[in-house]
């Protein structure tokens, strides 16, 4: 099993910054693509960054230029930073593993969640 530790969300105003971290540990042999996702209320959950073990980034046109992605493979940790909040990028934002564990299986993992608010 996989356990996966996110932290670092929280209440900031509009134009503000918040770092979020997510750490895995257990049964991992190594760690192919980390990733964000975030649901609003009443929506579905959607993707905000991914990066993989290579350190090649992808993410969402909407937080393009303010978030930035991050990984230390050395602690199995993957790291948001997001600047300028805006209200719109209120969620609970999810980490997301993609990893391979020891016994050479191909397994998905999904964080608690994190809640953001951009609020005034």
């Known amino acids: 099993q996989v356990q996966l530790v996110e932290s670092g969300g929280g209440l900031v105003q509009p134009g503000g910054s918040l770092r979020l971290s997510c750490a895995a540990s257990g049964n991992i042999f190594s760690i192919n693509v980390m990733g964000w996702y975030r649901q609003a209320p009443g929506k579905q959950r959607e993707l905000v960054t991914t990066i993989t073990s290579g350190g090649a980034t992808n993410y969402a046109d909407s937080v393009k230029g303010r978030f930035t992605i991050s990984r230390d493979n050395a602690k199995n940790t993957v790291y948001l930073r997001m600047n300028s909040l805006k209200p719109e990028d209120t969620a609970v934002y999810y980490c997301?593993?993609?990893?391979?564990?020891?016994?050479?299986?191909?397994?998905?993992?999904w964080g608690q969640g994190t809640q953001v608010i951009v609020s005034s």
């Open positions: 997301n593993v993609r990893l391979t564990d020891l016994g050479g299986g191909f397994r998905e993992y």
